[in-house]
Each structure stands twice: as structure tokens, then as C-alpha cells.
């Protein structure tokens, strides 16, 4: 049987998504192995805390969402109620999971700023208009989204044969923002650089610039696979963003605690609440 271009390349396009999501599974669960003993020690010794609740959403949520992509990449695609399901979940796990993330980079950039209450009601309220923007446009996208049966045998996974020119508008915003908190934390390192030079404060500085940094990039890339590619290849590189910005977080937020219970263990200088993150305090 002879079958079209399209069923072909969209077959494809299925393939390299299940190869994709099964390699992502794979490296967050090396990651998770890796940084077994590390993530336990903080999880056991750190104290109770928002940021410790949010770190354990951060950390653990990207195992549901793999599972839920897995899942939708083995499932036969017959079933088009099933797929839209799926996808509604994918893409409020995804979204969940970046705003977690951002909040650590959030709550730091405040904390750089001095707790800043003005600071921080705009930065606030531009992330919340944003993040209102993007799941209208999200959930327009997949309301509307039609599924389609891919007539090729052993093909599975779930196929939109019709996406929205809106779904890079998403992107935009958060490279913006991500560009906005990056210049933040450049102009308040240059001001207080000469002034604050100790280990936490730079390791603090370098975790925001870097992170932010992905953010653009990561979202840059996405704006033009969501322009120039089919659905399922941008959908695994949405996928891919929102794994990879987990794992800095998370492996950042072990980082700095890290850092700071060797400071004050070594020479009780330095001073940081971890547990909420709400005031930083170096002594020279």
C-alpha cells in the first residue's frame, strides 16, 4: 500500500517524538540517580518550608509528565477524544511545572532587590499577565486542535493534523520576561558588586543570570520550531524546555543550600534564610 506524503511525514514526526520522550525519560531518571544522595540529605536535614515544598513540586512533578507523555506516545491514535485528554493534561503539567520553576528565580530576584515590595508587585504582576496570556491561548489552541488517525500500521502516538499560529505567543512573553530579570540581576550585581563580594551572594547572582539566560534561549528555539515544524516535533521540544528548566532549578536550589551550610560551617560569616528565602544577611 501507498501511502501519502503527509501520512509519512507524519509518521515521522510520531517516531521522533516516542524516541524523544523515551530519551528524556531515561536522562531524568539518570539525573534523579545521579543526585540520589545529594537530594536526600537536603530533603532529610533542610527545614520544612515553602521553598522546600516548592522544590519538592519542581523535582517530582516532571515524573508525572513524562509518564503522561509516554503514555500518549504508545497510545494508539483511533482514539482522538483520548489524545485531546492527553494533551490538555501535557500542556497544564508543562505550564505548572514552568511556573514552579520561575518562582524560586522570582523570589531571588526580590531577595537580590532588598525585598523591594514595589519591585516585586510589578515583577508579580507582569509574570501573572503573562501567565493569564499564554493558557488562554493554550487552551484555545487545544480546543481547537483536531486530531488525526495515522493509516500507517504500528504507528502510535497522538497526531494534531492542524495547529494555531498563536501557540509561539506563549514563548515571546516568557523570552521577555526570562530577558527582563536578567537585566534586573545584571544592573543590582553591578551596584552592589563592590560593596558584596562574598561566596553565597555571587553563587546566588550567577544561579539567576544563568538560569533566566536558558529561559530566552530555550524559548527563542521554541518560537521557531512552533513556526517552521509540525506539531509533534514542537511538542517535544515544549517538552524538553520544561524538563530542562526543572532540573537547573532544582539542582541550583540543592547547590545554594549546599553553599550555604558550608559557609556556616566554616566560618559562620555568612547568614541565609533557605527556608523562605525572605532576607539575606553577609557580614565581612
Known amino acids: 500500500m501507498e501511502y501519502s506524503i503527509e501520512d509519512v511525514a507524519a509518521a515521522r514526526s510520531l517516531q521522533f517524538a516516542k524516541y524523544m520522550y523515551t530519551s528524556m525519560a531515561t536522562f531524568w531518571t539518570y539525573d534523579y540517580a545521579c543526585s540520589l544522595h545529594e537530594e536526600w540529605t ?14 519538592i513540586a519542581t523535582r517530582y512533578l516532571p515524573f508525572i509528565l513524562l509518564i503522561t507523555n509516554l503514555y500518549m506516545s504508545f497510545t494508539p491514535n483511533e482514539n482522538l477524544v483520548k489524545c485531546g485528554m492527553l494533551v490538555n493534561i501535557t500542556s497544564g503539567l508543562g505550564m505548572i511545572l514552568a511556573i514552579c520553576a520561575d518562582c524560586f528565580f522570582i523570589i531571588r530576584t526580590y531577595v537580590f532587590w532588598n525585598k523591594n515590595k514595589i519591585l516585586l508587585a510589578a515583577i508579580v504582576g507582569t509574570y501573572l499577565s503573562f501567565v493569564v496570556a499564554s493558557v488562554s491561548i493554550i487552551v484555545d489552541t487545544t480546543a481547537s486542535a483536531a486530531y488525526a488517525t495515522i493509516p500507517i500500521p504500528d504507528i502510535t502516538g ?124 553577609v557580614t565581612a
Open 42 to 55: 537536603f530533603l532529610l536535614r533542610s527545614h520544612w518550608s515553602k521553598m522546600k515544598g516548592l522544590y
Open 158 to 281: 497522538c497526531y494534531q493534523s492542524s495547529t494555531s499560529d498563536q501557540i509561539f505567543i506563549p514563548f515571546v512573553l516568557f523570552s521577555v520576561f526570562g530577558l527582563g530579570l536578567m537585566i534586573l540581576t545584571l544592573i543590582r550585581a553591578i551596584h552592589s558588586w563592590q560593596r558584596n563580594q562574598s561566596h553565597l551572594y555571587v553563587v546566588l547572582m550567577n544561579h539567576n543570570i544563568l538560569y533566566y539566560a536558558c529561559v530566552f534561549l530555550f524559548s527563542v528555539m521554541n518560537i521557531f520550531t512552533s513556526l517552521l515544524l509540525q506539531d509533534s516535533y514542537q511538542t517535544v521540544l515544549d517538552g524538553v524546555q520544561f524538563l530542562a528548566l526543572a532540573i537547573i532549578a532544582t539542582r541550583m536550589h540543592i547547590h545554594l543550600w549546599q553553599t550555604n551550610q558550608h559557609l556556616r560551617g566554616s566560618s559562620g560569616l555568612v547568614h541565609i534564610r533557605l527556608s523562605d528565602m525572605s532576607s539575606v544577611n
